[in-house]
């Protein structure tokens, strides 16, 4: 009887061991911190409303840490206004395929989403709009080369990237640039 009660006592500790390793091994619960990783796509609106440079609208996609570059050209106001190869500046001035002087505007979108969801965004805004002539001599010969509006301005802010979030910034021109911003 001995040997029995030893038998069984060895299945039972046997049985109560693994019982104890399978409980030592069992893995923890998931737990969801929040239905979009911060550092998932964020669909996002610029829209532009500006007396000098005008109205437009673009909708990208980016991620968190990454910056995101884009242009627009518009004929000018004033109707196409050629310019001459010798004026002054002329690198600097946007053209179109047959030289003649465009809007245009540059902005750079950067966005770092925190913990809590907001976006901390750095927009570099960059405009360029001819609003008419003037003469000028370069080289002892007269040309009519275009004055210009320009604007190159960089804003900090923070938004809520959570479905239409919205955040209007208004340029030191008056521009104003509504970003609206939602998680894929």
């Not at 693994?18 to 609106?45: F, Q, W």
């Not at 600097?92 to 809590?116: H, K």
């Amino acid at each position: 009887m001995n040997r029995r009660s030893n038998a069984l006592r060895a299945v039972i500790a046997a049985v109560l061991a693994s019982g104890a390793l399978a409980t030592a091994h069992a893995t923890p619960g998931i737990r969801v911190l929040s239905e979009a990783p911060n550092d998932g796509p964020i669909k996002y609106t610029v829209k532009m409303t500006s007396k000098t440079f005008g109205n437009e609208q673009e909708t990208r996609t980016i991620r968190s840490g990454e910056s995101d570059d884009f242009t627009w050209q518009a004929s000018a106001a004033k109707g196409a206004q050629p310019v001459p190869d010798g004026c002054p500046q002329l690198s600097s001035i946007p053209r179109s395929a047959d030289g003649a002087a465009v809007r245009q505007v540059q902005i750079r979108f950067a966005p770092v989403v925190a913990d809590n969801g907001s976006a901390n965004v750095q927009l570099s805004f960059r405009g360029y709009a001819p609003k008419g002539t003037s003469k000028v001599t370069v080289a002892g010969k007269a040309l009519q080369c275009p004055v210009d509006s320009r604007v190159s301005q960089i804003v900090r802010f923070t938004m809520p990237t959570s479905n239409g979030s919205k955040k209007t910034v208004t340029l030191d021109d008056g521009t104003q640039l509504a970003i609206t911003a939602s998680r894929k």
